[in-house]
């Protein structure tokens, strides 16, 4: 049985994708770049934390350009051409992660800011009497 598992994973990451989607989750404490096939199934994904920067460290714009660098390694050589970006959240890595991502050579399609916005949905908690 373990084998045959074994060898299904093998096959799929052998698998050509020509194009994909690039998601980039960029919070205030660390910076998340996932990618996907046009789908929606993850292909490889990396973080701030999962590169090896811990604490305050994470939320800067260098440990968003590493995490996305690592992300894409993997794509180049299973041959992705085209992407497109989907940038979400307001932290300090969202610019520093594009930028390595165009720097990578995938030609990007289009950029989205897909980042959730309320229509003045719900009440915000008390202001902090200091």
Excluded at 69 to 77: H, M
Aim: proline fraction near 7%; glycine fraction near 8%; charge should be positive.
């Amino acid at each position: 049985m373990p084998k045959s598992v074994k060898k299904i994973n093998l096959r799929r990451s052998k698998r050509r994708l020509p194009k994909g989607v690039i998601h980039i989750q960029a919070s205030f404490n660390n910076t998340i770049v996932t990618v996907t096939d046009i789908r929606g199934q993850v292909v490889s994904w990396s973080s701030a934390g999962a590169c090896g920067f811990k604490g305050t460290k994470k939320s800067t714009p260098f440990a968003a350009q590493t995490a996305a660098e690592n992300a894409i390694r993997s794509l180049i050589d299973r041959g992705m051409k085209q992407a497109e970006v989907m940038i979400s959240g307001p932290g300090p890595g969202r610019d520093t992660a594009l930028r390595a991502i165009r720097r990578s050579g995938i030609i990007l399609s289009f950029v989205r800011d897909v980042t959730p916005m309320p229509h003045n949905g719900c009440r915000p908690p008390r202001k902090r009497r200091v």
